[in-house]
Every structure is written in structure tokens, then in C-alpha cells.
């Protein structure tokens, strides 16, 4: 990987009469010119635009004569001179579609008679070829690649773009109340540091995660995308079982990603491929495990798109291909549970109507088992199931894979279904390798079965429903796979 011109240039803005050390002036000046015209046009609309615009309608009526700031977010180092890959906020991503880093979306107040908002998005143009830039910048287009120009960045996202870097002094001198979605841009939060307060942009930062809760068209259609692919990396999985039996757990890793990568933008979280024991860890994703015959694996992993939605899928799989009667037992449970709980996700009900119905049959399975002690409404009462199934049975997804999380309680936890929502159901049990309260044969062995559900208006659609769940399914399902 070359060094960048930073490494070993004098930087631009510390530039003196136009010359760089190592850089003749003969050089810089053949530079400038030869560079055929590159400009794109008769661009169409990005596919959502018409829903960010909505978007941002909505957004504007929610918050009248106030100038709104909302970030995309800077590249964030990863060590030294190298940084990580750039996700844009999804609240920016929600209102404009562009995933541009140091992007800024600015909704200024209309005069009051007038009402409404004017947004305008603030983006760094084409790298300037005149002074240089474009080759001895770091994040020059040489170095980095093209970029939109404004002009492009319009016809695509609908919106009236301006160069980023006059942002942060108009913003100094803007009057009137301002909210900005802290935590993506310490320039842009700097700028305004005397004109918002945490309260005011918190308020902010709510709204845009509620708002979010109930999916447009679009929307439902990217997270239908994202679960296929998923569907897709889990086959490609099953194939190669065998290699990650001579390898670890990084094999199921690699290959889930190179899925995620081929059809996707990323995966949308660190994937889970536990095997074995490791599959008792909530979040086990340093995937350095051995992976053996006769285990289970518990896979939870998620194909982030091209527009930032992401799935949320695990299955538990005997990793020989067929579950012993322990672990058919243990699953059949959790597959039980997991049943109850989609069967309740419908319109009207509350949030956490398909949680209670898990964990319900999961405590009447611990108390058939002898596990714990019933009857099982105080088993529920004392919330004594927790130390085997541990987490909530779902969460909102969407453009983060836990979506929607700076909502209320009131709006969220202790909200009501609406159709448009998309939820995962995730039951599971876990017995701890060291858990002494459960028979030996027990301990060790981690289940959790999860789909992507959307609300419907009678009732609703498991979006991943093209991946088996019952035991004698999957175990049709690798045999299949395997023999392809």
C-alpha cells in the first residue's frame, strides 16, 4: 500500500507559494492540464429519492423554524495512518440516500409566513486539479477515487448541493434555533457549540429513530434483499463445513462475508459463528474456535445492502448434519418458543406480547426438564428462566440491526405493532460449560433460532422464511446443500 502524499509531502493547506519538497514546479504544472472532461450527466434519481424526500417533509413539519443539522460523519482512524471503512450516520443516509463521508444535510427555515424548510445537502466537490489537490491530497481523487461532482450529487439525490467546507463558517454566523444529531461531526458540533443544547438535540435524535420504526416500500423491499442474500451466505456455509472442521471458526466467517461483500455493501454486524460452547456466548464473534463433528453451530449473521439495511438471521446447526437427541430436544424447545413468539407479532398487539409468549413455553420446558423448580407462573414472576435464555426475544430492524434504539420506551418497549414494522424473533437457550445447576450433558450447548418478521395488516410475513427451521428441515436442508 503506498504512502499517501501526507506521509511524505508538505500538506496542501500548509502550502507556500504553490511549492511542494520533491515536487518540481515543471511537474506541478503538467499536472494541471491533459484531463479529459469526466463530468456525468442526465443523471436519473437514486431509487428512494422520493421517499427521503418524504422523509424530510415529514421531518421539517415535526420541527418548524428550526435550521436542522444532520451529519453523514467522518473517517475514523484505525491505527496510525490507515482508517476504517466509511458508514455513513444512518440518520443521513435515511433523509438524503448518499453515503458520502464528511456529508452534511441542512434543513434552514423558511421565512414564517412561508413555512417549511429548504434542504440543502453540503459535500466535498470534485478534487480541485488546479492547486494539486486531486494527487498530492491524502483523500485526493488520485488516491481515493472519484467522486460526485455537486452537480451530480443533485440529479441523484434531489436536493440542492453546496461545497461542505463553507459549512462550518455559515454556521457560526447563522441565527434562530438550531438541532444537530451529535456524535458524527466534531467540526460541525464545534461550530455550533453556543447554539444547540443537548436537550434540544436529543430531541432530535428520537424523532428520527421513531420515524423509522414503520418502513416505506422501499424499505421492505431492501430488507427483503438483504435477507436473501443472507439466506445465500448461510447455504454457501453449510458447503463448506468440512474446511472449517480442518480450519476454526474464521472459515464460516470469511465465507459468510465474501457473500456480504459479492452482493451487499457489508455485513451489518460482527457475524456470531460460534461452535461448540462458544455458542453460549451472546456475542461471540472473535470466531476463533475449533470447529467439530458433532457440535452444534449457532450462526447469527446479517447481509448489510448497497442502501444500508441489514437482516438479522441465526440458525443452530449440527455441524455433522444431524442433531443428537439432546440437541434435537434442546432446539425442538427453542423452535416451540420461537413459534409462540411470531404467532403473536401482529397489528394492535404490544411490543412485547411476542417476547412473554417465548419465554412462556421456555419456562414450561425448564420446569418439564426439572431444571428449575414451578409452577411456571412463578418461574415467569421471578423472571427465574432468564439464567438460560439471558436476552429480550427481538429487537426492531432496519438500517441499524438494532433499529430505532434512541426511541422512547413509550414508542418502542412499551409501544404497540403497526404494519411496516419489521422485528427479528430470537428465542434461545444457553447452558454455560460451567453452569453446575444443570446435568453435564447439558452444559455446553447454546440454541437460538431468529427471523426477520414484518408487521402486516393482518397479521404478518417471516421475510426469512427461505431458511428452514424445524430440526428434521434443517437437517434435510444441509444434506441438500451439501450434495449441490
Not at 23 to 41: C, F, H, I, P, Y
Not at 134 to 150: I, K, P, T
Not at 166 to 177: F, H, N, S, V, Y
Not at 211 to 227: N, P, S, W
Request: proline share 4%; aromatic share 6%; glycine share 10%.
Amino acid at each position: 500500500m503506498p504512502e499517501t502524499p501526507e506521509e511524505t509531502e508538505e500538506p496542501i493547506k500548509q502550502r507556500k507559494n504553490g511549492l511542494y519538497p520533491g515536487v518540481s514546479d515543471e511537474l506541478a504544472e503538467n499536472m494541471k492540464t491533459g484531463w479529459a472532461d469526466t463530468e456525468l450527466r442526465g443523471l436519473e434519481p437514486i431509487a428512494q429519492a422520493g421517499h427521503t424526500a418524504d422523509r424530510r417533509a415529514a421531518l421539517s413539519a415535526r420541527f418548524p423554524g428550526e435550521r436542522l443539522v444532520i451529519p453523514a460523519g467522518n473517517l475514523k482512524t484505525r491505527s496510525n495512518d490507515t482508517e476504517y471503512a466509511f458508514r455513513a450516520s444512518t440518520e443521513y443516509a435515511y433523509l438524503t440516500g448518499d453515503q458520502t463521508q464528511d456529508g452534511v444535510l441542512v434543513l434552514e427555515p423558511r421565512p414564517e409566513a412561508d413555512g417549511g424548510h429548504d434542504a440543502t445537502i453540503y459535500l466535498l466537490p470534485r478534487s480541485n486539479r488546479e492547486n494539486g489537490e486531486f494527487w498530492l491530497d491524502g483523500q485526493g481523487e488520485l488516491w481515493v477515487g472519484r467522486r460526485h461532482s455537486l452537480s451530480e450529487a443533485e440529479q441523484l439525490l434531489g436536493i440542492p448541493a453546496k461545497d461542505v467546507r463553507e459549512l462550518a463558517a455559515a454556521l457560526k454566523e447563522a441565527t434562530g434555533p438550531v438541532r444537530n444529531v451529535r456524535g458524527h461531526d466534531a467540526g460541525i458540533e464545534a461550530a455550533l457549540t453556543d447554539k444547540v443544547t443537548a436537550e434540544r438535540d436529543e430531541e432530535l435524535r428520537v424523532y428520527l429513530s421513531e420515524a423509522r420504526a414503520v418502513k416505506d416500500d422501499f424499505e421492505i423491499g431492501e430488507l427483503q434483499k438483504a435477507v436473501d442474500s443472507t439466506v445465500r451466505g448461510f447455504e454457501d456455509v453449510v458447503k463448506i463445513l468440512d474446511k472449517a472442521e480442518a480450519t476454526s471458526e474464521r472459515y464460516i466467517e470469511g465465507t459468510f462475508f465474501l457473500r456480504a461483500r459479492v452482493e451487499g455493501n457489508d455485513i451489518g454486524y460482527g457475524s456470531i459463528c460460534a461452535a461448540g460452547p462458544h455458542a453460549t456466548t451472546l456475542h461471540w464473534v472473535r470466531n476463533d474456535g475449533d470447529v467439530r463433528s458433532g457440535d452444534l453451530l449457532l450462526l447469527d449473521a446479517g447481509v448489510e445492502t448497497h442502501t444500508l439495511y441489514t437482516a438479522d438471521i441465526t440458525r443452530t446447526l449440527p455441524i455433522n448434519g444431524t442433531f443428537n437427541d439432546l440437541q434435537r430436544k434442546i432446539y425442538d424447545a427453542v423452535y416451540e418458543a420461537q413459534e409462540a413468539g411470531i404467532a403473536a407479532v401482529r397489528p394492535g398487539a404490544k411490543f412485547r406480547d411476542f417476547h412473554d409468549a417465548s419465554q412462556r413455553v421456555l419456562a414450561e420446558k425448564l420446569v418439564e426438564w426439572g431444571l428449575v423448580e414451578g409452577p411456571v407462573e412463578k418461574v415467569l414472576e421471578l423472571g427465574l428462566q432468564r439464567r438460560w435464555t439471558l436476552h429480550g426475544t427481538g429487537h426492531m430492524l432496519g438500517m441499524d440491526v438494532h433499529d430505532c434504539a434512541a426511541a422512547r420506551r413509550e414508542a418502542y418497549a412499551d409501544g404497540t405493532l403497526e404494519p411496516g414494522m419489521c422485528l427479528t424473533v430470537e428465542p434461545g437457550l444457553y447452558f454455560q460449560a460451567d453452569d453446575l445447576t444443570v446435568p453435564e450433558e447439558y452444559r455446553g450447548i447454546g440454541v437460538r433460532i431468529e427471523d426477520d418478521i414484518l408487521v402486516t395488516e393482518d397479521g404478518n410475513l417471516n421475510l426469512s422464511a427461505g431458511l428452514p427451521r424445524r430440526s428434521d428441515e434443517v437437517e434435510a436442508w444441509m444434506a441438500r446443500v451439501k450434495q449441490a
